[in-house]
Structures are given as C-alpha cells and as structure tokens.
Nanobody, 124 residues
C-alpha cells in the first residue's frame, strides 16, 4: 500500500546544488525513519542520510557538511538538500523507510518501500 516517489534529480556541474524530494503515502504508524540511499553503476547501494521520527538525523561521512536531510510532516515529504556537489555524488538516489529501532544506521536489510529512484549526475 505504501508508496515513495523520488524527484528532483538532474545533471549539474561540480559545486552546484540540488534538492531531492520523496513524496510518501500510506506509511504505517510504526515507521521510525526515512532515509536516502544512492547507487552508482557497478557499485553497491549505500546509505546517505537518515531522518528519525523525533527529528534526529545522521549522515554518511562522505556527505557530512554538504547534504541536509529534512522532512515536512504536513506534506509527508522527505527532502535532501545537496550542496557543493562532487562528481563522486553521481548516482541513482532512492528513499526508503524503516521501522527498526536502529534505523539511523541505514542498514539496507532494515529498509523497505523503495521508491523508483531519481538520477543525479555531477560533471567536473
């Protein structure tokens, strides 16, 4: 029943900014976190940032200081503000949800409800 739809991906030059959105619907009340993941061609999917229901956030080392995760509860939408983009940020970006109490860790096995992804391409 639940659905996540990502949007906002684009092609930008290094140093540029993008804001990704993840519109959520039908999420169970047991949801503890929403998070952003990314996957580059030939690479494993990796966690980027997580947002817990109490507002606590966590970031992968590679994006700390550059990305900001936030949530608009009224719109039921998760955001990822991406600044100072680097070519290594190029990937398909996905959002997902977790009911696990360790969800800030962004363990892949604990997340579900993956969206279709939105492509971010950063050129040098």
């Amino acid at each position: 029943q639940g659905q996540l739809v990502e949007s906002g991906g684009d092609s930008v030059q290094a140093g540029g900014s993008l804001r990704l959105s993840c519109a959520a619907s039908g999420l169970p009340s047991s949801t503890r976190c929403m998070a952003w993941f990314r996957q580059a061609p030939g690479k494993e999917r990796e966690g980027v940032a997580s947002f817990r229901s109490d507002g606590i956030t966590d970031y992968a080392d590679a994006v700390k200081g550059r990305f900001t995760i936030s949530k608009d509860n009224a719109k039921n939408t998760l955001y990822l503000q991406m600044n100072s983009l680097k070519p290594e940020d190029t990937a398909m970006y996905y959002c997902a949800t977790s009911g696990n109490y360790l969800c800030l860790r962004r363990l892949l096995w604990a997340y579900y409800g993956w969206g279709q992804g939105t492509q971010v391409t950063v050129s040098s």
